[in-house]
Nanobody, 130 residues
């Protein structure tokens, strides 16, 4: 069973920065280095649906419009980690952030769908105050 563990959440003031990290364990090496591995960050604010933030797949990166230019996703295959550098944070970025992963042909086409992932972390809270 693949395990994803997020870290790096916390509280910051508006315009501040945070870096989230997701450690993936129990992945078979063939799966983690597979070109069909998609890994992503989602977030869920109170009372709202879980939404995609950014994803890494097929050597490409994808971003939600709301975070493009402020957030940067990166993957370290040697360390089996997925990071999310978040700059210029705003109160509307407040949410629980989740790491997600799937190894499936074509997963990059549906990187923004929660239904496209079968492994999830437990989440880490990010709170941005004005």
């Amino acid at each position: 069973q693949v395990r994803l563990v997020e870290s790096g959440g916390g509280s910051v003031q508006a315009e501040g920065s945070l870096r989230l990290s997701c450690a993936a364990s129990r992945y078979r090496p063939s799966d983690y280095t597979s070109p069909w591995l998609c890994m992503a960050w989602f977030r869920q604010a109170p009372g709202k649906e879980r939404e995609a933030v950014a994803a890494s797949a097929l050597g490409n990166t994808f971003y939600a419009d709301s975070v493009a230019g402020r957030f940067t996703i990166s993957r370290d295959n040697a360390k089996n980690t997925l990071d999310l550098q978040m700059n210029s944070l705003q109160p509307e970025d407040t949410a629980v952030y989740y790491c997600a992963a799937v190894t499936q042909v074509g997963c990059s086409a549906t990187w923004y769908r929660t239904s496209g992932y079968n492994y999830w972390g437990q989440g880490t809270q990010v709170t941005v105050s004005s």
